[in-house]
């Protein structure tokens, strides 16, 4: 009895901590947005009096990239579930001095085993839902097709193994995780060129996804000094430094601009063994 | 935190070591990849040797350990014997021939050495099979339930309603590189990389070929898309979609002499009663600047005459039917990303739009006058002094006569030459009708002499155009004589022999330009 108790209690924090998260993801809230990681992990068993809370804004400096429209006359069945204006892109959303789609999250920290409950990943009107996401090392991913058409899951990580699997239906799931951190593993859809979604692995639960407002939220995570990253798939990472105290509100912020466009954008590091004359060496840093 | 870290290190240096070990161990295995491999593979295994830019698709890249066929899941690592059965036979329709020159122990150093490149093949368990339980057998009904599969499964998204790789999808693919990859056609099972047989085809379609577009289709079988045995049906269907050899080639085109009237266009169901000859492409690597993927590996021709006109059928498989917009991101791709031997492709626009859209073409290439003997021009376009008799067809301007004087140089000539083109999924017929007598400038073709032909054809949306072709050698057209066929007999022995040197020839040349 004793320890079916306890497993309810720490069911519950578990949940709490989920809402809380997604509350933190509220701003992305409206259908348009498409950005957010879903629901993102917590720790098992958080004592409240060592954590605190990081929120978040990812500003934008100089002109906002216009919407991009997406060809999709090869799929009527995809381009009629969009408005007069059609498929518009939810891969770059900056607007009002704020950017969608930056996974954040923190380093040099680890976090426990990875949560049972499952992170979704949608295919939705020929676009995935969400664009960006993060899923802690181990932890289901969980993906699914709601388009009644073919689409292939192509992933192509470095550090980890990859997959491709097809979905020729609406309704067929495939569940796929990473056991190892990587930030981030590309996904697209062969099928259609314009499907793209990037998913951030880390080992640990403390990381969230600007919504289109710029926001994000990283609850439960236990006091001490951090350095968090910021990545963006076209205007590369950045990091910052940010305390958090037990019970308290830690602000971080990181400014983006248009300037950057066309950044850098680091995925995955392989490592390379290397075969030189005098035995191996390792050698990290981008392949190709 | 900072255990983990050290953690991390120390798991790296045994790594590292066990690493080290391995290739301490395997000096055989190194010698023989560095004096055949690492041209295309490269020397650290990152699939960029120095011929690697030449190629599509691309050498595989080893330190990711990316594999394409294989027997076990999609993204597995592939099985040992999945990498020897690559060894043994290569992969068809690339550029990686067989090793049979290597013994089995060494084919075992190279494949140590190869997997010493990735750190996953020392990191995890032993890579297992699939279990691709047992093959319900083929027959009419289950090329009919294998069609259906191929709805349902929607292959056609790439590799188009007939097979041919014309899909709407097919322009857009790459690999996971970024580099341009081609649907396969399926029509030519001999050029399938993974096997033509159904065993081969079945196992391809549950693991997919990782790295490039081709998913496994797994997961549908296994929420009931398909059953089981609609994947085998799938690949029953498949490899009857074409003929599972590279179809034997045969020298000359024999053009039969029409009992009733010629066909009057390239759908006349006469051609049905007429024998096709297949006649294999290959890049034209002898002059700069040199095309060592070319998209057309091969034609067939037939023909028929009824003794004062002659008429042709030449069918390529071709998945663009340039030039169409909507294969520009690949045009641009290819051109971006392929090494072009000094051609100069046209800068994009501001948009990162292409300015230039080239036709598809084929060209037909003869001697001026019914040679003697087995002397002819050179096959590659003729010379100034010895030129050659063009029949030329390009989508742009329909068919043409020429003279030709070196390679890419063509001067129009009038002729009687007719024709027309109609591209259909994914393939090209073009109908050519000429009167067997020639007019002022051109060949009079005579019945019962063998005359020799030569092919090239170009596929403008893969930026083709100029001396990036894909050639043949010299072969035969023979006009069938109307009563009896004993003559042709000593000519047909002075054929073969030439044919061979021919072949002899060219392969010579195409390796010493490959070097």
Same mark, same amino acid.
């Given at each position: ?13 578990? *949940?709490? =901590?989920?809402? #809380?998260? $997604?509350? !933190?993801?509220? @701003? ?6 498409? +950005?957010?990681? /879903? ?34 006359? *090869?799929? =009527?069945?995809? #381009?009629? $579930?969009? !408005?007069?204006? @059609? ?6 959303? +900056?607007?009002? /001095? ?191 | ?515």
């Amino acid at each position: 009895m004793r320890s079916e108790f306890l497993k309810k209690v720490s069911v519950l924090v578990a *949940a709490g =901590a989920m809402a #809380a998260c $997604g509350g !933190g993801d509220s @701003g992305g809230g409206d259908p348009g947005g498409d +950005a957010g990681g /879903g629901e993102a992990p917590a720790a098992a068993q958080v004592d409240p009096a060592t954590v605190g809370t990081i929120s978040g804004t990812i500003n934008f400096a100089g002109d906002s990239p216009a919407p991009t429209a997406i060809d999709m006359s *090869a799929e =009527a069945d995809c #381009a009629a $579930g969009y !408005g007069p204006d @059609g498929p518009m892109s939810n891969n770059v959303i +900056a607007a009002n /001095g704020r950017l969608a789609n930056v996974f954040v999250h923190l380093t040099g920290v680890s976090g426990g085993p990875a949560p049972s409950g499952s992170v979704q990943l949608d295919q939705e009107n020929c676009r995935y839902m969400p664009h960006v996401l993060g899923v802690q090392v181990g932890q289901n991913i969980e993906i699914t097709n709601s388009d009644d058409l073919l689409h292939n899951i192509n992933a192509s990580p470095t550090e980890n193994r990859g997959f491709n699997i097809s979905q020729p239906r609406a309704g067929i799931t495939s569940n796929q995780s990473f056991p190892l951190a990587e930030v981030m593993v590309p996904v697209r859809c062969d099928v259609h060129g314009w499907m793209q979604a990037y998913i951030g692995v880390v080992d640990h639960p403390y990381f969230g996804v600007s919504g289109p407002d710029g926001s994000f939220t990283i609850p439960n995570v236990p006091a001490g000094t951090y350095t968090a990253e910021a990545w963006h798939e076209a205007y590369g990472a950045m990091s910052g430094s940010v305390t958090v105290t037990a019970g308290g509100t830690a602000t971080l912020s990181f400014d983006y601009s248009s300037d950057m466009a066309g950044a850098h954008v680091p995925l995955g590091e392989p490592l390379v063994i290397r075969h030189g004359e005098h035995g191996i060496e390792v050698h990290r840093g981008a392949q190709d | 935190m900072r255990s983990g870290t050290l953690l991390k290190t120390i798991a790296t240096f045994l790594l590292v070591g066990a690493a080290g070990l391995v290739a301490q161990e395997n000096e055989n295995g190194r010698v023989l990849y560095d004096r055949w491999c690492a041209e295309c593979h490269g020397a650290e295994g990152l699939g960029d040797g120095s011929a690697a830019a030449s190629m599509l698709p691309r050498p595989r890249t080893f330190s990711q350990a990316r594999y394409q066929v294989r027997t076990t899941g999609s993204g597995q690592l592939p099985t040992d014997d999945d990498l020897m059965h690559v060894l043994n036979v290569g992969l068809p329709g690339t550029t990686m021939p067989g090793w049979p020159n290597l013994s089995d122990q060494q084919k075992r150093d190279v494949i140590e050495y190869i997997k010493s490149f990735s750190r996953f093949f020392a990191a995890g368990p032993a890579p297992e099979p699939l279990d691709f339980g047992s093959d319900p057998g083929g027959g009419p009904e289950a090329l009919a339930a294998g069609a259906q599969a191929y709805l349902t499964l929607e292959c056609e998204a790439c590799h188009g309603a007939a097979g041919r790789g014309n899909g709407t999808s097919a322009p857009t693919l790459e690999d996971w590189r970024g580099f341009p990859i081609r649907a396969a056609d399926l029509t030519e099972a001999w050029a399938l990389n993974g096997g033509s047989s159904v065993n081969d085809i079945h196992t391809r379609v549950l693991t997919g070929l990782d790295g490039t577009p081709m998913p496994a289709a797994i997961d549908a079988m296994n929420s009931g898309v398909v059953s089981p045995d609609e994947v085998w049906q799938l690949a029953h269907y498949v490899a009857s979609m074409g003929p599972r050899e590279r179809p034997r080639l045969r020298e000359v085109v024999r053009v039969e002499r029409a009992s009733e009237g010629l066909p009057q266009d390239g759908s006349d169901e006469a051609w049905g009663d007429i024998e096709a000859f297949f006649f294999p492409l290959a890049g034209q690597v002898i002059e700069v600047p040199r095309n060592f993927a070319p998209t057309v590996d091969g034609i067939w021709v037939e023909g028929v005459h009824d003794g004062s006109e002659m008429a042709f059928r030449v069918q390529w498989n071709d998945p663009s039917r340039s030039p169409d917009s909507e294969w520009d991101e690949w045009q641009a791709k290819i051109l971006a990303t392929m090494d072009l031997d000094g051609f100069e492709a046209p800068a994009l626009d501001s948009t990162g739009a292409v300015t230039v859209r080239w036709p598809d073409a084929i060209r037909l290439q003869f001697p001026f006058e019914v040679p003697d003997g087995a002397e002819r021009p050179y096959f590659l376009g003729g010379t100034t002094r010895q030129p050659v008799y063009l029949w030329t067809w390009s989508s742009n301007d329909g068919v043409g006569e020429g003279r030709g004087r070196g390679y890419g140089s063509v001067e129009p000539l009038p002729g009687e030459l007719q024709g027309t083109a109609e591209w259909q999924d994914g393939r090209w017929t073009l109908y050519l009708r000429r009167p067997i007598a020639a007019g002022a400038d051109g060949l009079t073709f005579s019945e019962g002499v063998p005359i020799p032909v030569a092919f090239s054809a170009w596929d403008g949306s893969s930026g083709e155009t100029d001396k990036r072709a894909g050639v043949s050698s010299w072969y035969y057209v023979l006009l069938e004589q109307e009563p009896s066929n004993a003559v042709v007999v000593t000519p047909l022995i002075a054929i073969l022999l030439t044919g061979a040197f021919g072949l002899v020839l060219v392969r010579r040349a195409q390796g010493r330009a490959r070097a």
